[in-house]
């Protein structure tokens, strides 16, 4: 008799969480994600399956955005009667999430600049073509290199966003043969091209638009000057091996980049371009934090 009870009781329960679930309702939490998220018009909004939560009286409901390859799941609760939606952040005080971010980035074999050893790490993910990663980096090399050069160490890693601009994979690739065979050709290169983007793409223009070897012709012109291997680096630019980027990518994917230049300044994310005051605030704040943690990269 308790089970049949029990199995009756449970019927209920799912007949009710299907009845608020309609149509309608979902229509009204989508509208109310979009505009509490700000998602972009092109963005798909999932509704993932709700589960009892640890607030009396609501769902936990999992909602994924995704919008130009990129995908993110952003935990709600839902009101059992359909009536209201929460979102609430929980915050582990037991993790540094600063820390945690760092955890997640693979600096190995990453080029650099500034100093080898320093206590702050500004891991910057960088797209070639991005004219506002362009900016950014004017400034957090003049800045950087200026002030910070002793303390502060700069690691770039790939975020090309291809269906904008499409020569920055090419030239992300072509930023690791040349990192492969020599440091300064890959600082060369990448000095050149953040500071001369128009030229690149006016050259990747005339050598029509579906030709991107023109990114390879001026990696090669860099290359000569340094005295790169030509046969090792015509070998890399024939293969166009995506691997480093893509993990590069995917990487900061996980640590929620959508968009760039986004930075992370010994863990802390920081999305969008900054004023050099901004940047130098950003950065002593940093290295104080460092002096009062000696476990801190």
């Not at 009396?56 to 009101?79: M, Q, R």
């Amino acid at each position: 008799m308790f089970r049949l009870l029990s199995f009756f009781l449970l019927g209920a329960v799912m007949m009710a969480q299907q009845a608020s679930t309609s149509p309608e309702l979902q229509r009204r939490i989508e509208r109310q994600v979009r505009a509490y998220t700000e998602a972009p018009p092109e963005a798909t909004i999932i509704l993932g399956v709700r589960s009892p939560s640890k607030f009396a009286g609501y769902d936990d409901l999992p909602v994924s955005i995704e919008a130009n390859g990129v995908k993110k799941t952003v935990n709600f609760l839902l009101a059992r009667d359909g009536s209201k939606l929460l979102y609430i952040t929980e915050m582990n005080l037991n993790e540094d999430p600063y820390a945690q971010n760092m955890r997640r980035i693979d600096l190995s074999g990453r080029p650099w600049r500034g100093a080898e050893n320093a206590k702050v790490s500004v891991v910057v993910y960088d797209d070639f073509q991005c004219p506002f990663c362009a900016k950014m980096y004017v400034t957090l090399m003049n800045e950087v290199m200026v002030h910070y050069r002793d303390r502060v160490k700069i690691v770039m890693k790939d975020f090309p966003i291809v269906d904008a601009h499409p020569w920055a994979m090419r030239a992300a690739i072509d930023s690791h043969c040349l990192a492969d065979l020599d440091l300064s050709a890959f600082w060369d290169f990448s000095d050149y091209v953040h500071t001369h983007q128009q030229d690149v793409s006016a050259r990747v223009k005339a050598s029509g638009s579906n030709d991107l070897t023109a990114v390879d012709a001026l990696t090669r012109e860099i290359a000569r000057k340094h005295s790169v291997k030509a046969d090792a680096l015509r070998a890399c630019l024939l293969q166009q091996a995506p691997a480093k980027v893509d993990a590069s990518l995917q990487e900061g994917k996980v640590l929620g980049v959508s968009a760039t230049p986004t930075m992370f300044v010994n863990g802390q994310e920081v999305e969008g371009g900054l004023t050099d005051e901004q940047l130098r605030v950003m950065l002593d704040r940093a290295l104080t934090d460092a002096k009062g943690n000696p476990s801190a990269q």
